[in-house]
DNA sequence: ATGTCC
């Protein structure tokens, strides 16, 4: 039981010591309010353990105040290890590959959208498919695909479906390096080939929101955001594509573990060498999802922007693309282990990169502000930006948390919201619309069954991993 | 998250 063994260390934050009777390397580290505490689930604590036994992990595992326990590693962990004597675990990464976060600008302002929000809600229904394996309007051809690899949101820009500045506001600018389409394989294109551009299901959305208030006015005008403003909120994946690489490659991982003789204590975390075959050809399957994922993003953005252009007769230029975050992804990056910068390979799972101003990796407006770090919440209350300021890169590889997290099971929400349509009608008389592909999502994804979001970015900001810039409030919601 | 069991 390793809620046992949690000692304080600070405000906000708790450590699970290093433990070699059960394999740790180096402790865990959790952030999380001592009224949080509670409700962070005990297999979670065992999984942010265990993935402080992967060989060459560096540090500490860290824990995010939403985690939640997923597929190997909770949902609001990183874990780092060493290029040369490290692992790579897909499982780190999850399924859904590059499942992330953006946000546009507009200049559209809250009364505006709210006069006309049911008219929104229709016209982005039909301009943004969701729901599980719904395709879309885009057919992806080989020289597609081959571009998506190679270019990842680029790709969208290049077919003349976004700006170019789209690209500059993106993490990594929307695409990564060493991605070949050969080690995604034949069975992810298929399952790929018609869904570019599509929501999917689950907690994935569209949101139309408004900024109601502004905690860094500084920040705010450099961002170009102001009170009152309407934003469009886009969280997606990888969807079939990124599954079946996630799928093939665990499947992988299980053999290569025998060939290397590694063990771990759940195999859910089944992992290779990053040196090996198999790890080379897992990364480079995982970042041509990711880059997949970048694309999708860009198309369903660029779709809104010519939707919400002719809905509201502006222009689509007048809406710019604020930022992209991958929270569920692992890449090669800059940190400061042992007193030295080194290479380290960073899994982030349902955790936002979270760099602070001065990181030579970011756009030059925000070296001077730090990153934006998208925080989502329920569909019902609210949702924040933040700003990655400098602790994260001592304290947490340089992350942040990345949404509310699940308080109620899926089977439990669906229990007590009685119907998606109370819920429909509930939000409504709220001024909030909302639509769901799903017969049921309405009522798995009500915003009791989140836990308060407010809560996760309090302790964050706490903790120095970001700062508070701006909240946000649904007006039209859009779910798979 | 996911052609929610090849």
Redesign the pocket.
């Known amino acids: 039981m390793y809620r046992n063994k949690l000692r304080r260390t600070g405000e906000v934050s708790w450590e699970i010591p290093a433990d070699s009777t059960r394999g740790m390397l180096v402790p865990a580290k959790i952030f999380a309010s001592e009224e949080m505490l509670p409700s962070i689930d005990d297999s979670a604590l065992t999984q942010i353990s265990n993935a402080a036994t992967l060989p060459g992990v560096v540090l500490h595992t860290v824990a995010m105040p939403d985690i939640h326990s997923g597929?190997g590693l909770p949902i609001g962990g990183v874990m780092a290890t060493d290029p040369v004597t490290g692992v790579v675990s897909p499982g780190a990464a999850?399924?859904?590959i590059n499942?992330g976060v953006r946000i546009m600008r507009t200049p559209i302002n809250f009364a505006q959208a709210s006069a006309v929000r049911g008219t929104l809600a229709e016209r982005l229904m039909t301009a943004v498919p969701g729901?599980?394996?719904?395709g879309g309007v885009h057919e992806l051809e080989h020289d597609d695909y081959r571009n998506i690899a190679e270019h990842g949101a680029g790709w969208a820009v290049n077919k003349g479906l976004g700006f170019k500045d789209d690209l500059a506001n993106c993490e990594s600018n929307g695409r990564l390096e060493g991605a070949e389409l050969k080690h995604a394989g034949n069975?992810a294109m298929?399952?790929g080939r018609d869904?570019m551009g599509?929501?999917?299901?689950?907690?994935?959305f569209c949101e139309i929101q408004h900024v109601d208030e502004i905690y860094d006015q500084e920040v705010a005008d450099k961002w170009g955001l102001s009170k009152g403003q309407i934003l469009v909120m886009i969280h997606?994946?990888?969807?079939?594509f990124?599954?079946?690489v996630?799928?093939e490659y665990l499947e992988t991982m299980e053999h290569a573990m025998k060939k290397y003789g590694i063990t771990v204590p759940d195999r859910e975390l089944a992992c290779a060498p990053m040196e090996s075959e198999e790890g080379r050809e897992y990364l480079s399957a995982m970042r041509t999802a990711a880059n997949y994922a970048w694309a999708n993003r860009q198309v369903i953005m660029h779709s809104v922007r010519t939707a919400l252009a002719d809905i509201f007769h502006i222009e689509p230029e007048s809406m710019r693309l604020l930022y992209d975050v991958a929270h569920n992804i692992i890449k090669i990056e800059r940190h400061l282990v042992n007193g030295k910068q080194t290479n380290i390979l960073v899994h982030r799972k349902g955790a936002t990169r979270s760099f602070p101003a001065g990181n030579p990796e970011l756009a030059d407006v925000f070296k001077e502000t730090g990153q934006p770090v998208l925080v989502p919440g329920d569909m019902g209350r609210m949702s924040f930006l933040l700003a990655g300021s400098a602790k994260s890169m001592d304290e947490s590889f340089g992350s942040s948390c990345h949404g509310a997290g699940?308080r109620l099971s899926?089977h439990q929400a669906l229990k007590q919201a009685g119907s998606g349509k109370k819920i429909q009608e509930g939000l409504s008389a709220r001024g909030i619309e909302v639509r769901a592909a799903?017969r049921q999502t309405l009522a798995e994804?009500m915003p009791d069954a989140y836990k308060d979001v407010s809560q996760v970015v309090d302790v964050v900001a706490t903790a120095g991993l970001a700062k508070m810039v701006a909240r946000m409030r649904p007006v039209v919601v859009i779910k798979?």
Do not use: F, I, W
Not at 198 to 204: D, E, F, I
């Open positions: 597929y999850g399924y859904d499942c729901g599980v394996g719904r069975h298929k399952r869904q599509t929501l999917g299901s689950g907690n994935h997606t994946g990888s969807r079939g990124g599954h079946q996630a799928t699940r899926r799903g994804e798979g």
